[in-house]
């Protein structure tokens, strides 16, 4: 019943949704002691080279502005990776990569969005000291950054981490334990998602979200439209959010990418994303993960 009735709404009400997204460029926040003086901290450099949904000058503008406002100093990456373009930031930051073949078709198969030679360059910058925030929401975004994050130890999933309970916000908290205790989250009691991937970790890694029980990962043919035959595991044992040191380097893993956006949805313009009053948590959570890269 839940998947054959309620998921086919999700498909039509999300479709609708994502085609009204707009980027929310007002100043919803506040930062009272950045980290950094102004322009005077470390590079991070925005993903825009390989069909990314997420970029500096689109969806992930808040989260630009958020970092400007604590010292960062940013940029936008246009060109395929290489260890020598790479070593012009400190923190690179990859959200929601998509291959040329699923630009406006978010159905299988979902080739990655890199090549071999750009996984090696991005692999060997981080062991030689780079820091990468990896961030691959749900299907198709999850199999397009598979095999770069499997460079580095984790399994995406390539599909959706639905909440049982069918809530429109997604809570993780410590009372739980699905909000877990490490210095990125320091100080923080709970924090929400919005529907995004799962993955697997290696032993080297702290993870951050855990989805368990209350989650079923679905694999459908085409995002958001879900059936009977869609195939479907438990959400035991799977993440949303976890980090690892790698060689002299350090990786960030997010399967959720609008927990650091800020959009107006829909034809009322909801806030979704660090502007939606839920998420206020969000934002210290994001500065303590760039912290926790760039330190």
Same mark, same amino acid.
Not at 48 to 58: D, I, P, S, V
Not at 96 to 120: D, M, Y
Not at 216 to 242: C, K, R
Not at 253 to 271: D, I, K, T
């Given at each position: 019943?839940y ?6 709404? =999700?498909f039509?009400?999300? @479709?609708? @949704? ?9 100043? %919803?926040?506040e930062? #009272? !002691? ?9 590079? $991070? ?6 069909? /990314? %949904?997420h ?15 604590d ?14 373009? =790479? ?6 930051? @990859?959200? /929601?990569p998509?291959?040329?073949? /699923? ?11 890199? !090549? ?14 780079g820091?990468?925030?990896? @961030? ?20 995406? =999933?390539?599909? %959706? ?7 429109q916000?997604?809570? %993780? ?8 205790n490490?210095?990125? !989250? ?5 924090? $929400? ?10 032993t ?10 209350h989650? !079923?990962?679905?694999?459908? #043919? ?74």
């Amino acid at each position: 019943m839940y998947r054959s009735i309620v998921l086919p709404l =999700l498909f039509f009400n999300s @479709i609708s @949704i994502l085609a009204q997204q707009v980027p929310d460029t007002s100043r %919803f926040f506040e930062i #009272e !002691t950045p980290r950094y003086a102004a322009g005077k901290g470390p590079i $991070v450099m925005i993903d825009a080279a390989h069909g /990314n %949904f997420h970029t500096l000058e689109g969806r992930y503008r808040a989260f630009g502005n958020i970092l400007e406002a604590d010292g960062y100093r940013l940029s936008s990456n246009e060109q395929p990776f290489t260890e020598e373009g =790479l070593g012009r930031c400190d923190v690179l930051v @990859i959200s /929601n990569p998509l291959h040329a073949s /699923n630009q406006g078709n978010w159905q299988l198969p979902t080739p990655s969005a890199f !090549t071999p030679e750009e996984i090696a360059a991005v692999e060997r910058w981080v062991a030689g000291g780079g820091r990468l925030f990896l @961030i691959a929401d749900h299907m198709p975004f999850a199999g397009a950054a598979a095999d770069l994050g499997r460079a580095f130890g984790f399994e995406f =999933l390539n599909g %959706f981490g639905m909440d049982n309970r069918h809530r429109q916000i997604e809570y %993780f908290t410590r009372r739980q334990g699905t909000l877990k205790n490490s210095p990125v !989250t320091v100080g923080l009691d709970s924090i $929400v998602t919005f529907t995004g991937s799962a993955f697997l970790i290696p032993t080297a890694a702290t993870p951050l979200i855990s989805l368990g029980e209350h989650y !079923t990962i679905l694999m459908p #043919e085409q995002a958001w439209n879900f059936t009977d035959d869609t195939p479907f595991v438990s959400g035991n044992g799977f993440y949303q959010l976890a980090f690892r040191t790698y060689g002299r380097g350090k990786v960030m893993v997010s399967g959720e990418a609008a927990m650091f956006s800020a959009q107006l949805a829909g034809p009322n313009r909801a806030p979704m994303g660090l502007n939606n009053p839920a998420a206020a948590r969000n934002i210290p959570l994001l500065r303590n993960i760039l912290a926790w890269l760039a330190e």
